[in-house]
Nanobody, 116 residues
Framework: QAHLVESGGGEVQPGGSLKLSCLVS????????LNWYRQVPGKERESVAR????????TYADSVKGRFTISRDNDKNTVYLQMNNLKAEDTAVYYC?????????WGQGTQVTVSS
């Protein structure tokens, strides 16, 4: 069974940084690309960043380009999201995601709050 566990969220001031981690188990991470999403209550879940199997290709939402960096360490079964120059509008619950065995798989999410 696939399990994904996010960590690293917290409260920061605008302009601050956080690094999120997604620890994966139950499936071979090295065979799958992964995604980071975020969601604000009452709003649609938004794709933030994607990374391919080898980490050689990444894509980002326009709203985070130049500020966020997705990376992976397959040996540690972990995907990261480095978040720099955070803005108030980045406040959300952040989820990692993988499409595995015909289904989207989600972690429990980690809260990121950006406020002064």
């Amino acid at each position: 069974q696939a399990h994904l566990v996010e960590s690293g969220g917290g409260e920061v001031q605008p302009g601050g940084s956080l690094k999120l981690s997604c620890l994966v188990s139950g499936f071979p991470l090295k065979k799958y690309g992964l995604n980071w999403y975020r969601q604000v209550p009452g709003k649609e879940r938004e794709s933030v960043a994607r990374i391919n199997i080898y980490g050689t290709n990444t894509t980002y939402a326009d709203s985070v380009k130049g500020r966020f960096t997705i990376s992976r360490d397959n040996d540690k079964n972990t995907v990261y999201l480095q978040m720099n120059n955070l803005k108030a509008e980045d406040t959300a619950v952040y989820y990692c995601n993988v499409y595995f065995m015909g289904m989207d798989r989600w972690g429990q999410g980690t809260q990121v709050t950006v406020s002064s």
